[in-house]
């Protein structure tokens, strides 16, 4: 019993040590930066983070998340947490359980031409001169090194507040949605599940709910 006990406090021990030595030294001055990279280039977008810590209950946490697209900001995010696999990192699989994010701001406008703001986030980036047919290529390609895949099951969005315009008016509506929550899941064998409920601001305000 004493050798469980000691073996127990050597661990909690070692997983606070590790766990200080990541809120304050790595995450704080390495992986901070490696984030913000990463987004802005999946993104083409601006991207500012107050800060990054491990919470031994929500994993990973990250806090005031901004992203614009010039001066406008495009998603403002109070606390994003996700929980991940570690031992797959080996693998080059990240698989994330759940991703919660708190209190976040998105500002949504469909365009004149009938696309959305949004879309410009996931827009693929423009193909080089060896990828456009008839451009001259005197040199191989490079190879490609495989990335890791990432596997996200769940994300939940709670109190959030969802501005949008329709710029396809000469003048353009607008309406905000208040208290967004909602979660879109993965369902065995191959579907997509959410649950929606949101209240309408105004004058005469109203709620939805949708599944």
């Known amino acids: 019993m004493k050798k ?19 809120n304050n030294i790595l995450l704080p001055k390495t992986i901070k930066a490696l984030i913000i990279k990463g987004i802005e280039e999946q993104t ?19 806090k005031d998340l901004n992203i614009y697209k ?8 109070k606390e994003a947490s996700c929980l991940f696999l570690p ?5 080059k699989k990240i698989i ?4 919660n994010l708190d209190s976040a701001q998105i500002f949504l406008e469909r ?24 451009a001259a290529s005197h040199t191989k390609p490079p190879s490609v090194k495989k ?39 993965l369902s065995l064998p191959a579907s997509v599940k959410f649950r929606l409920s949101a209240l309408f601001s105004g004058a005469q305000s109203a709620k939805i709910s949708a599944s």
């Not at 010039?70 to 995010?77: I, P, T």
């Not at 031992?87 to 693998?91: A, G, I, N, R, T």
């Not at 994330?96 to 991703?99: A, L, N, S, T």
Request: proline content about 4%; glycine content about 6%.
């Open 4 to 22: 469980i006990i000691i073996i127990s406090l050597i661990v909690a021990l070692l997983s606070c040590a590790g766990i200080i030595y990541l």
């Open 111 to 134: 365009r004149k031409g009938n696309t959305f703001n949004l879309e410009d986030l996931f827009a693929p980036k423009p193909a080089s001169n060896a990828s456009i047919p008839g």
């Open 96 to 99: 994330i359980p759940i991703v």
């Open 147 to 185: 990335g890791f895949a990432v596997f996200i099951y769940r994300i939940n969005l709670s109190n959030a507040k969802v501005v949008f315009q329709d710029s396809t008016f000469n003048k353009p509506f607008i309406k905000t949605l208040e208290n967004v929550n909602l979660a879109v899941y």
């Open 44 to 62: 083409n977008c601006k991207v500012s983070l107050g800060s990054l810590r491990v919470n031994i209950f929500k994993g990973l946490v990250l």
């Open 87 to 91: 031992w797959l990192l080996l693998e």
């Open 70 to 77: 010039g001066e406008s900001a495009l998603l403002k995010v």
